[in-house]
């Protein structure tokens, strides 16, 4: 039996990545700063769930060892401090995410090279692209090779950038077999969708959820900036595609190529929920006033390029972001509706 280690699987993405490696029969452990996942039943993510906080070398030393001390043969590092745009592009939370990400990163990527770690994946993220080629919202440039000259717009992305340099410095010197990939905005079922760390899609679900018929939702912004967003599945399946090839270490970008700009977005949330309702932009002084802090709205243009992976990888996401918009709206609706409820 083949067995993986998933840091940070007490989140969105890893939790969904360890119940696709439970259903494909490996033995998975768990580890997470949280007590339990929110969403999902331990016993069909993992066999082991440990809480722990991965800025302790001492208990990622253990942590690294397999049960039967005959190695990991997949370890996932996901687990970072961050969050949407209302969480990493405020500028109050820029030392936490460093300071603390960084931790665990070169506790990891220490441990996992002293140890019998058969192969690593770290997630880096889109938000390590340069500023400078995402000011246009209608021709963001995140081709993998646009990385330098290195100039992020957050602290959250000169973090990744450092610790994705740091996992390629321990394959080159200590034969760390890695992945490193760069998502792009993964949404769907199962993650945050309250409390200021949800994402845009999450965020636009729940609004539209909790917002009576006739009245308006509100976006932050112009809502003119443009994203893409990957739904879940097609996320982890890219992840194991790229993680189960022998060749090609990465740095990659995992995410959709289909963008569109935030009011659209939001739209489609509307059309979903088959409410009449109507969207309402904030920004400059109504938003200092509301929140007491500029509006967090990031690059103003944001793209994945896809071509490196479907030349690497001959295979391509392909859902559509409507198809999983609609399954994420439907898991959102549910979550507002039981906390209603509940109230
Ligand atoms: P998430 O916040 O849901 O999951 C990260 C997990 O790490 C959380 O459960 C958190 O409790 C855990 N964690 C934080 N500090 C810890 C610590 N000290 N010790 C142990 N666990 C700790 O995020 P996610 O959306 O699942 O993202 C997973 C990874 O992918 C992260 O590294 C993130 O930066 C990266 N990423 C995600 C996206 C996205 O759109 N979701 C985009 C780009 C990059």
């Given at each position: 039996?083949?067995?993986?280690?998933?840091?940070?699987?007490?989140?969105?993405?890893?939790?969904?990545?360890?119940?696709?490696?439970?259903?494909?029969?490996?033995?998975?452990?768990?580890?997470?700063?949280?007590?339990?996942?929110?969403?999902?039943?331990?016993?069909?993510?993992?066999?082991?769930?440990?809480?722990?906080?991965?800025?302790?070398?001492?208990?990622v030393n253990k942590l690294m060892k397999s049960p039967k001390n005959n190695g990991?043969?997949?370890?996932?590092?996901?687990?970072?401090?961050?969050?949407?745009?209302?969480?990493?592009?405020?500028?109050?939370?820029?030392?936490?995410?460093?300071h603390n990400s960084a931790l665990i990163n070169l506790n990891v990527s220490y441990?996992?090279?002293?140890?019998?770690?058969?192969?690593?994946?770290?997630?880096?993220?889109?938000?390590?692209?340069?500023?400078?080629?995402?000011?246009?919202?209608?021709?963001?440039?995140?081709?993998?090779?646009?990385?330098?000259?290195?100039?992020?717009?957050?602290?959250?992305?000169?973090?990744?950038?450092?610790?994705?340099?740091?996992?390629?410095?321990?394959?080159?010197?200590?034969?760390?077999?890695?992945?490193?990939?760069?998502?792009?905005n993964i949404f769907g079922p199962m993650g945050t969708w309250e409390g200021g760390?949800?994402?845009?899609?999450?965020?636009?679900?729940?609004?539209?959820?909790?917002?009576?018929?006739?009245?308006?939702?509100?976006?932050?912004?112009?809502?003119?900036?443009?994203?893409?967003?990957?739904?879940?599945?097609?996320?982890?399946?890219?992840?194991?595609?790229?993680?189960?090839?022998?060749?090609?270490?990465?740095?990659?970008?995992?995410?959709?190529?289909?963008?569109?700009?935030?009011?659209?977005?939001?739209?489609?949330?509307?059309?979903?929920?088959?409410?009449?309702?109507?969207?309402?932009?904030?920004?400059?002084?109504?938003?200092?006033?509301?929140?007491?802090?500029?509006?967090?709205?990031?690059?103003?243009?944001?793209?994945?390029?896809?071509?490196?992976?479907?030349?690497?990888?001959?295979?391509?996401?392909?859902?559509?972001?409507?198809?999983?918009?609609?399954?994420?709206?439907?898991?959102?609706?549910?979550?507002?509706?039981?906390?209603?409820?509940?109230?």
């Amino acid at each position: 039996m083949k067995n993986a280690l998933v840091l940070g699987g007490g989140g969105f993405i890893g939790g969904h990545l360890a119940y696709r490696l439970k259903k494909e029969g490996f033995w998975v452990r768990v580890v997470d700063i949280k007590e339990a996942h929110e969403f999902w039943d331990h016993d069909l993510i993992c066999d082991e769930y440990v809480q722990g906080d991965l800025r302790d070398p001492d208990l990622v030393n253990k942590l690294m060892k397999s049960p039967k001390n005959n190695g990991f043969d997949e370890v996932y590092q996901l687990a970072a401090d961050m969050g949407g745009a209302g969480y990493i592009f405020t500028g109050d939370n820029d030392a936490n995410v460093m300071h603390n990400s960084a931790l665990i990163n070169l506790n990891v990527s220490y441990e996992a090279s002293k140890q019998n770690v058969k192969r690593i994946f770290y997630s880096s993220s889109a938000c390590m692209y340069p500023e400078h080629n995402q000011l246009d919202p209608n021709n963001p440039n995140c081709e993998e090779s646009s990385a330098y000259p290195a100039n992020p717009d957050s602290e959250y992305g000169w973090e990744k950038l450092f610790s994705e340099r740091l996992f390629l410095a321990f394959n080159r010197n200590y034969n760390l077999d890695v992945r490193v990939a760069r998502f792009h905005n993964i949404f769907g079922p199962m993650g945050t969708w309250e409390g200021g760390k949800e994402k845009a899609p999450a965020a636009m679900c729940r609004k539209v959820a909790e917002t009576p018929e006739g009245e308006s939702i509100e976006v932050w912004g112009t809502g003119k900036q443009t994203r893409s967003f990957l739904y879940i599945d097609d996320c982890v399946e890219a992840m194991l595609r790229f993680m189960r090839q022998d060749t090609f270490k990465g740095p990659v970008n995992i995410g959709s190529e289909e963008m569109v700009s935030i009011n659209q977005l939001a739209e489609m949330a509307i059309d979903i929920s088959n409410k009449k309702l109507s969207i309402g932009n904030i920004h400059g002084q109504e938003f200092v006033t509301k929140y007491g802090f500029e509006c967090p709205i990031g690059v103003m243009g944001r793209n994945s390029d896809n071509k490196l992976y479907k030349e690497k990888m001959g295979w391509e996401v392909s859902k559509p972001l409507i198809d999983g918009m609609k399954q994420t709206y439907a898991w959102i609706e549910k979550q507002v509706m039981a906390h209603a409820q509940a109230k």
